[in-house]
């Protein structure tokens, strides 16, 4: 790319970066509206009246090198809050003269005494130099520019030279990947806009360029639609939807404008919006599945805006996001983002942007013009089945709930720490299922901080102590296992996970397969050499405060009041759980069921920001204990997300309509007859039911009962390079099939061959008329 010789719309740029950090034109005095904005002066006014500009800091306890960095970050974003309460109208501050010089002076003071072009880049490059606070003091610097003049503006602009040098965009490689690489652009492109330069903006929209195609490896998108960053972490709903942010930023800036980003790759980063994105947000939450370490961020603190990382919060800067790159997308792409956002926001149960002070004034006016916006129509929870390989994640929906399956494997961690941060994560890649049906804030009301990290939901783990950051930070902990994936139809699915345990001898083979109301779970060839119980739970569910909600376990309820308690049924055939969802146990099962008000702090797990304030939650703890140090152990249930009992009863009594073909160390299957499937892992070659590989393989079978039926085959090793499949139906013809497939085969038995070659872990289809 060449550089831009037309007069650079400096000017222009800086109007539209205002706009994105002020919303829409909206009216300040309508009642929704109003206390919002003059809460906002309140806190500027604190902000103001609290600053005690010194050697080490700019507010007492604050200090500049202490808190990693964060303490600087935090100063820079009081300083924003209070130039948005300057910029907003309605705010009792609006155009202040006090305030705008409070604010100039803060910026003065923490160049003066930091932030400058001389000063020594610390260890916290992120906080400190390249991300969190220069962007924080630029968008200051926009809001306030007219107070700034040319000289100041000049020394902040010099500041970021130093901190985030043209070289650091000289490689792809290290720090300066995927999410990181769009914040250092995004850093690269506000400082060009505010300082007139057009080098800046041309190295920023050029950095982009090695962001956009997919990767096969390491940090960035996947074909498939998985995002990592960091390597080896699940990262969409954090560091993701970072990126996805800062592209609607960078867009906006440079479209229409000599750096308008052109070519492929622009339409590959708006196709992530429905490709990556869309899946993982439910009723208005982005699941914990994709947030890595931020889950243990608490959002009810002061400086919340800081980590917005967490459920509700995230989606709601994810919609913001959505909702402004939408504006540099095509008309039919902006009209239905407008649309999903609109029906994630009406159905969120739990956290609307009005009921939430922390949601900024700029989103929450959005927000409120969408949904008084009468052209735009609601789009309804998809339903069906999407499956990321690449990142050992699986999403299932049904009418009425969703599902979210999290694992790990040799190239994805079983979980992120760092910074201090997410420091009892462990078990959360080894099969956690997190379900909705109805209630979109079960993992979002401190959940984390009062959840038994040692029994999260539908993991298999050993049950020995494991000190916080076990394993190590930044994901560097993978187990040694390859066998992680499965086949979908995009409705119905089979995913599996060959199971290690973190820092334990634990090993379990562990499927899922998911059908509109249901998952099978099964797990089989558990063992472990640790001495100590091995456990898989079957759920770990919170329960409102209020609730008076009732665990019935073969008809026979116990109330969820009062005194916790702790039983085992030692034959049980079904449980459920009120207001939640069913349980089916095909071959009876010891069920250990715990009803127990738990307590935590945020800070148990998140040292870096977590309040110490001591929290309590109840919960109801659904598990199978198989002994400690248990060989060969198995079990097998079927959630029933969002069923009462009675239909939890019926689905118990009806022995038709699930038939566990195998669950065993080298084949997991079943067959649902009334749904036409039958769905086979294999941990090894061999056979299941119908089903035989000569390798490891995961197969869906679909009959639609009018003499038709589909095959789909992955490879979830990404490792064989060839299967040859067996189904042992008599087939007449094949009608068509993937372009890796070859057919070997009809009659009494379809066998055909597939050649996986791309090591992606892809479904593989052929569609055949039965003989």
Request: charged fraction near 20%; include cysteine.
């Given at each position: ?314 989606a709601q800067s994810l919609m913001a996001a959505v909702l402004a ?119 979002a009301d401190a959940y984390w901080p009062t959840v038994d990290p ?77 001495g100590v119980p091995v456990e898989t739970v079957v759920d770990n ?231």
């Amino acid at each position: 790319m060449s550089s831009p010789t037309a007069v650079p719309p400096f000017a222009a740029q800086r109007a539209r970066w205002r706009d994105l950090l002020l919303g829409p034109a909206f009216d300040a005095t309508a009642p929704h509206v109003a206390p919002r904005l003059a809460a906002l002066g309140s806190v500027a006014s604190g902000y103001l009246a609290t600053t005690d500009p010194a050697e080490g800091h700019l507010w007492p306890g604050l200090p500049y090198h202490e808190g990693h960095g964060i303490h600087l970050g935090i100063s820079f974003v009081r300083l924003r809050t209070m130039a948005l309460a300057h910029a907003h109208p309605g705010t009792g501050r609006t155009g202040d003269e006090k305030l705008a010089a409070g604010i100039v002076r803060g910026l003065d003071h923490l160049h003066d005494h930091l932030y400058n072009s001389a000063f020594e880049k610390p260890a916290s490059w992120w906080w400190w130099s390249q991300v969190g606070a220069p962007q924080a003091m630029l968008d200051t610097c926009v809001l306030l520019y007219d107070h700034l003049g040319d000289e100041r503006i000049a020394r902040l602009c010099a500041a970021v030279d130093r901190a985030l040098p043209a070289t650091r965009l000289d490689r792809y490689e290290d720090r300066s990947t995927g999410a990181n690489r769009v914040d250092f652009c995004r850093t690269l492109a506000q400082r060009g806009a505010l300082g007139d330069g057009a080098a800046a903006l041309t190295l920023a929209r050029d950095g982009l360029d090695p962001v956009f195609p997919h990767v096969t490896r390491g940090d960035g998108f996947y074909a498939d639609g998985s995002f990592v960053q960091h390597r080896t972490v699940a990262y969409t709903g954090a560091y993701g939807a970072v990126l996805l942010e800062g592209l609607a930023t960078l867009f906006t800036l440079f479209d229409g404008t000599p750096w308008e980003v052109t070519g492929p790759g622009r339409q590959l980063a708006l196709d992530t919006v429905e490709h990556a994105f869309v899946p993982f947000v439910h009723d208005g939450v982005l699941d914990a599945s994709v947030c890595g370490r931020g889950v243990s961020r608490d959002l009810t603190g002061p400086d919340v805006h800081l980590m917005p990382v967490r459920d509700h919060g995230p989606a709601q800067s994810l919609m913001a996001a959505v909702l402004a790159l939408g504006e540099c997308a095509s008309p039919a792409e902006r009209a239905r983002w407008r649309s999903l956002v609109k029906g994630w926001l009406r159905r969120d149960t739990f956290l609307r942007p009005a009921d939430t002070p922390r949601t900024a004034v700029a989103d929450f006016t959005r927000f409120d013009a969408l949904l008084g916006d009468p052209s735009v129509d609601p789009l309804p929870e998809p339903a069906g089945h999407r499956l990321f390989p690449m990142m050992a994640r699986a999403v299932h929906r049904g009418p009425g709930w969703a599902a979210f399956l999290s694992m790990s494997s040799s190239t994805i961690a079983f979980y992120e720490c760092g910074n201090q941060e997410n420091t009892r994560g462990w078990h959360t890649g080894s099969g956690m299922l997190t379900w909705y049906a109805g209630d979109s804030g079960q993992y979002a009301d401190a959940y984390w901080p009062t959840v038994d990290p040692y029994r999260l939901p539908g993991t298999t783990v050993s049950t020995r102590t494991l000190a916080d950051n076990e394993g190590g930070e930044w994901g560097v902990r993978r187990p040694d296992a390859v066998w992680v994936g499965g086949a979908t139809d995009g409705r119905f699915a089979a995913v599996g996970q060959d199971t290690r345990g973190l820092s334990s001898s634990l090993r379990a083979k562990k499927s899922w397969f998911f059908t509109d109301d249901a998952v099978i779970c099964l797990g089989a060839g558990i063992e472990a050499g640790d001495g100590v119980p091995v456990e898989t739970v079957v759920d770990n569910r919170r329960i409102g405060a209020e609730q008076a909600a009732r665990l019935t376990v073969d008809g026979a309820p116990r109330p969820l009041t009062g005194t916790p308690w702790h039983e085992t049924f030692p034959a049980a055939r079904w449980a459920a759980l009120d207001g939640h969802g069913g349980y089916v146990f095909p071959h009876g099962a010891t069920l250990r069921a715990l009803h127990e008000e738990r307590t935590g702090r945020w800070n148990d797990i998140n040292r870096l920001v977590g309040s110490d304030e001591e929290i309590r939650r109840r919960y109801v703890t659904l598990w199978l204990d198989h002994g400690a140090d248990p060989r060969a152990a198995a079990y097998a249930y079927v959630l029933l997300p969002g069923a009462d009992a009675r239909a939890t009863e019926e689905r118990a009594r009806d022995s038709e309509w699930l038939r566990i073909l195998a669950n065993e160390p080298g084949a997991q299957g079943v067959r649902v007859p009334s749904l036409g499937i039958t769905a086979v892992n294999l941990w090894a070659a061999g056979a299941a039911g119908p089903v035989t590989c000569d390798a490891p393989a995961s197969v869906l079978v679909r009959e639609d009962g009018a003499g038709s039926a589909t095959v789909l085959v992955s490879d979830p090793t990404r490792t064989a390079g060839r299967l040859v499949v067996g189904w042992h139906r008599p087939v007449a013809r094949v009608r068509s099939h993937g372009t890796r497939v070859r057919v070997l085969a009809t009659g009494e038995c379809l066998t055909f061959a597939v050649d996986t070659g791309a090591e992606d872990g892809a479904t593989h289809r052929i569609d055949v008329t039965l003989g």
